[in-house]
């Protein structure tokens, strides 16, 4: 490994994991029934659904945060921190901040749903809303950090980020050590080569199955190419998964270049019929970013006969709006996860 990406072993994860002893959930793993007689598999949720703002993002943001402080003092956050977020991030870190004191100014594209913006302003962050992608939300950023000394805390490529993100990692080993394959959603690649990073670690054999969008994926296009590209963002159910990753991207690429098997794309109808079955069979409303994992053993057929899967259920940050438009895709094209 090379620079960043080398920054992210076993020893860094744990000592995320002491940061955040009380100021993160140890999320359930659970069995879930249903799939798992519907795949002739042992099939299991985490539940990152049940972190206070309601996505595993906390982990990395809290994280960072509180390793700044440790490493430099509160007075050196005192102007505040900053991001770009595409919703899950952007609360975490207004929660983080909120949690210590500081001012947070989290900077968002006309894309992010509104009640993801609404949940960053109720936690006492100013949410900023900067252009139609990410990219440009990412400008306003720059600004605050060059022009009013604010801190930046990266979505997703920081070595400290990743390190937070991998502690989901851990506790999947220690709750199921003999898992053959962990499917998680892939945009940014924090959360993939984080979980990655500490599972092949521990071990090696377990699969790792990364699930992009179907179309604005530009982890998908990069890795095709061999090199960060840019793609335009377009509007999605799983928001989450939007954005660049950054022409300039530090760790993640090439992070998910060595932790990931295998990588599948999924399309709107799929990742709604998914959002469909696990509120009704599960009782889980989530978001359609957390809800690719599913989406991609149903499109593509996975054989996980006789397997131990874990699916990541990332985030709940879904209105109920956005729940009814996936409804009636799955309604429409005749899609179902049964």
Not at 186 to 206: D, H, V
Not at 278 to 289: D, F, I, Q, R, S
Not at 320 to 335: C, P
Request: aromatic content about 2%; some cysteine.
């Amino acid at each position: 490994m090379q620079g960043a990406e080398s920054d992210i072993g076993l020893a860094a994860i744990y000592a995320a994991r002491r940061r955040l002893v009380g100021r993160v959930v140890r999320t359930p793993l659970v069995r879930s029934r249903a799939l798992s007689r519907r795949f002739d598999a042992e099939v299991y949720l985490k539940l990152e659904t049940r972190q206070p703002t309601g996505a595993f993002k906390l982990r990395g943001a809290t994280h960072m945060l509180g390793a700044l402080i440790e490493r430099h003092g509160r007075e050196a956050l005192a102007r505040g921190v900053t991001t770009a977020s595409t919703g899950n991030h952007g609360r975490a870190v207004a929660h983080a901040a909120a949690e210590v004191g500081i001012p947070a100014v989290i900077c968002l594209s006309t894309l992010v749903p509104d009640n993801k913006v609404a949940a960053i302003r109720d936690l006492g962050a100013e949410a900023r809303r900067c252009g139609a992608s990410q990219d440009a939300a990412f400008d306003e950023v720059a600004r605050l950090v060059a022009e009013e000394g604010m801190t930046l805390i990266p979505p997703f490529d920081d070595p400290l980020i990743v390190a937070g993100q991998a502690t989901i990692g851990l506790e999947l080993m220690e709750d199921q050590p003999e898992l053959d394959r962990v499917i998680v959603g892939l945009s940014g690649g924090g959360l993939l080569g984080g979980i990655g990073a500490a599972i092949k670690a521990i071990r090696p054999a377990t699969r790792i199955t990364g699930v992009s969008l179907s179309a604005g994926a530009a982890m998908w296009e990069s890795l095709r190419a061999g090199h960060p590209v840019e793609v335009a963002e377009v509007a999605s159910l799983a928001d989450s998964l939007g954005g660049g990753i950054g022409l300039e991207n530090r760790c993640t690429f090439a992070l998910v270049q060595r932790v990931m098997d295998d990588h599948y794309q999924v399309s709107e109808a799929a990742i709604a019929a998914a959002m469909v079955s696990l509120l009704e069979e599960e009782k889980l409303l989530v978001e359609g970013a957390a809800a690719v994992g599913l989406a991609a053993i149903e499109a593509h057929g996975l054989d996980i006969r006789g397997q131990k899967v874990a699916l990541i259920l990332s985030g709940n940050g879904v209105s109920l709006e956005t729940f009814d438009r996936a409804r009636a895709l799955a309604n429409s094209v005749g899609t179902s996860c049964h």
